[in-house]
């Protein structure tokens, strides 16, 4: 399977691990504050609100990475919060006048948007694959001063480069 089938199936394996996950999440902190008696307070709720999506979001990137190496996880993630976005932007447009939202609510909806993004983003920017791939673009083209052929050199360093057409050995700070 080629890295762009990967990618678009990525996003709604993202979607259903964070459904699962959000579930799952939410019951169980739901539990644990009805064992402590604080199943009423907006506090907990709030919490439980954003974190549960939170979670979703973290283990939706890390399902997808282990599911499907490979695949481009930061479009993965880009998609994936982007039509989290949009659907609560439709949500609130169009069903928000019949079924009127407090203000309260409309926030707590919204956290659950930026917790899921944040743990998607915190995922993403602990995976090994999306990492090393941030790493291999940071490289400098240069030019040998001998022959004058291009080269990749690693940015943010001083190197001793030898051009691998001529031999020429030259000192770089890139």
């Not at 604080?38 to 990475?65: F, K, S």
């Not at 022959?147 to 700070?173: A, D």
């Amino acid at each position: 399977m080629n890295i762009e089938a990967k990618t678009a199936l990525g996003v709604p394996l993202a979607v259903i691990a964070w459904i699962f996950v959000y579930l799952l999440s939410y019951a169980a902190l739901s539990l644990l504050d009805m064992a402590r008696g604080l199943d009423g307070d907006w506090l907990q709720e709030t919490v439980r609100e954003w974190v549960a999506p939170g979670l979703g979001g973290y283990v939706a990137i890390h399902a997808v990475n282990k599911i499907l190496p490979g695949s481009r996880l930061k479009w993965v993630a880009i998609i994936f919060c982007a039509s989290l976005v949009l659907f609560h932007i439709g949500f609130f447009s169009f069903l928000g006048h019949s079924l009127k939202f407090s203000l309260g609510e409309q926030v707590t909806q919204w956290g659950m948007v930026i917790a899921t993004c944040a743990g998607s983003y915190i995922a993403l920017n602990q995976t090994p694959a999306f990492v090393s791939a941030e790493k291999k673009t940071s490289k400098l083209t240069v030019d040998c001063p001998a022959c004058g052929r291009k080269m990749n050199v690693p940015k943010g360093k001083t190197l001793k480069v030898t051009c691998p057409h001529c031999t020429y050995k030259f000192e770089i700070q890139t």
